[in-house]
């Protein structure tokens, strides 16, 4: 059974995240959601994909969307910034998520 992803962030790592899922290079996955607050990069990154996933630039669209709900996965690929405002909510929605950008576990207050 596939695992649906989400990606939050269609930078070098996003981006290419995303691509290996269209690709099937990472196996058992289906790449569902792109969201990034700048529209330009989700178009270069969605333009790239063979499936055409969902495109978010708002954040709270995206965590409201019925397309959210079928998320296994969320995959926070964008900032430490995007992790520490992101992670909870998405947490609070009972997601499961992967931080690529570890730094925001450094900040302990």
């Not at 691509?19 to 099937?24: A, E, L, R």
């Not at 996933?53 to 669209?61: A, D, G, R």
């Not at 900032?79 to 690529?100: E, R, T």
């Amino acid at each position: 059974m596939e695992k649906e992803i989400a990606i939050i962030g269609c930078g070098v790592i996003g981006s290419e995240l995303a691509q290996n899922v269209d690709n099937k290079v990472i196996p058992n996955c289906s790449l569902s959601i792109i969201f990034d607050i700048d529209s330009k990069k989700l178009k270069t990154v969605h333009d790239k994909l063979k499936n055409k996933p969902t495109l978010f630039s708002n954040f709270k669209e995206f965590i409201d969307s019925p397309q959210f709900n079928q998320i296994d996965l969320v995959i926070e690929a964008a900032s430490i910034n995007a992790a520490s405002m992101y992670v909870f909510d998405i947490l609070k929605k009972g997601k499961d998520i992967m931080i690529m950008s570890i730094g925001v576990f450094s900040d302990y207050n």
